[in-house]
């Protein structure tokens, strides 16, 4: 069974920075493609960045410009570093994967998710 677990969360203040980590074990699937996805107390989980196998990343336009995902091969961890941050990114964020390699941030398309860690931003 392919298990995520998160961490890095924390309090930042506006502007500051912040880098969470994805460790992925038990290699009984083959994943295609990674997400990191964040939410709020009321809303729907959202979608902030996504990897494929091919290294192919994609952003949603909120976080464009200020996030930013990197990996460890060697250590199978999932980074992602979240700079700027501001008030409005404070969520719980969490990691997921999937086998398809094909561009998604759905929330449907994953399988398989990580139990999240808190991100606090205040202003």
């Known amino acids: 069974q392919l298990q995520l677990v998160e961490s890095g969360g924390g309090s930042v203040q506006a502007g500051g920075s912040l880098r969470l980590s994805c460790e992925v074990s038990?290699?009984?699937?083959?994943?295609?493609?990674m997400a990191w996805f964040r939410q709020t107390p009321g809303k729907e989980r959202e979608g902030v960045a996504y990897?494929?196998?091919?290294?192919?990343?994609r952003y949603p336009d909120s976080v464009k410009g200020r996030f930013t995902l990197s990996k460890d091969n060697d250590k199978n961890i999932l980074y992602l570093q979240m700079d700027t941050l501001k008030p409005e990114d404070t969520a719980m964020y969490y990691c997921a994967a999937r086998r398809s390699e094909y561009y998604s941030l759905s929330l449907s398309d994953y399988h398989y998710w990580g139990q999240g860690t808190q991100v606090a931003v205040s202003s």
């Open positions: 990897i494929n196998s091919y290294d192919k990343i």
């Open positions: 038990g290699y009984s699937v083959s994943i295609g493609s």
